[in-house]
T-cell receptor, first 112, second 112 residues
Framework: EDQVTQSPEALRLQEGESSSLNCSYTVSGLRGLFWYRQDPGKGPEFLFTLYSAGEEKEKERLKATLTKKESFLHITAPKPEDSATYLCAVQSLTGGGNKLTFGTGTQLKVEL | NAGVTQTPKFRVLKTGQSMTLLCAQDMNHEYMYWYRQDPGMGLRLIHYSVGEGTTAKGEVPDGYNVSRLKKQNFLLGLESAAPSQTSVYFC???????????FGPGTRLTVL
């Protein structure tokens, strides 16, 4: 059974204070690992897909990396507008229909 | 393009009542999904569809039914609502062969 564990559950940063969110996973053959951002009362918004160990992707202040057991979402010099819940999900090579298994998320709060 | 839309946004039901949630997408996606999101549980897949006229069970299908009569629409039905079905419901869609799923804004359902 595919499993995704995210840590920490919650994180408070000062504006400009860089940090990383962790996503540990177990899957029977990784087809892809996905990062989403979710604002309160809204649906998840797609950020990145990573397909193989060593792959990295960047978008503004966010950078996602992937190893064979975990993924990190690095946030460089965050701003208050980066406050949100960040979700990680995996898709297995054996899963049909593009099914995703989600973690419970990291709630990020960036303060002035 | 509106992307993925869901109706209604909010609904309150009494135990035993029935209702249908509607999801529509204008991106010509083949795959569509219904998830529920509960505190501390993450997003869990209820049912999904790999194309018009097809449906399949996800992780938590009991108490729900779905239909995909048109490619752009995916309906989720509750025949006899129970308090355990109080949740936020999200619809999502994705292309073939790209894997990222695009989510709707959600429906907040309360069953009394």
């Amino acid at each position: 059974e595919d499993q995704v564990t995210q840590s920490p559950e919650a994180l408070r940063l000062q504006e400009g204070e860089s940090s990383s969110l962790n996503c540990s996973y177990t899957v029977s053959g990784l087809r892809g690992l996905f990062w989403y951002r979710q604002d309160p009362g809204k649906g998840p918004e797609f950020l990145f897909t990573l397909y193989s160990a060593g792959e990295e992707k960047e978008k503004e202040r966010l950078k996602a990396t992937l190893t064979k057991k975990e993924s990190f979402l690095h946030i460089t010099a965050p701003k208050p507008e980066d406050s949100a819940t960040y979700l990680c999900a995996v898709q297995s090579l054996t899963g049909g229909g593009n099914k995703l298994t989600f973690g419970t998320g990291t709630q990020l709060k960036v303060e002035l | 393009n509106a992307g993925v839309t869901q109706t209604p946004k909010f609904r309150v039901l009494k135990t035993g009542q029935s209702m249908t949630l509607l999801c529509a997408q204008d991106m010509n996606h083949e795959y569509m999904y219904w998830y529920r999101q509960d505190p501390g549980m993450g997003l869990r897949l209820i049912h999904y569809s790999v194309g018009e006229g097809t449906t399949a069970k996800g992780e938590v299908p009991d108490g729900y039914n779905v239909s995909r009569l048109k490619k752009q629409n995916f309906l989720l039905g509750l025949e006899s609502a129970a308090p355990s079905q109080t949740s936020v419901y999200f619809c999502a869609s994705s292309w073939i062969p790209r894997n990222e799923q695009f989510f709707g804004p959600g429906t907040r359902l309360t069953v009394l």
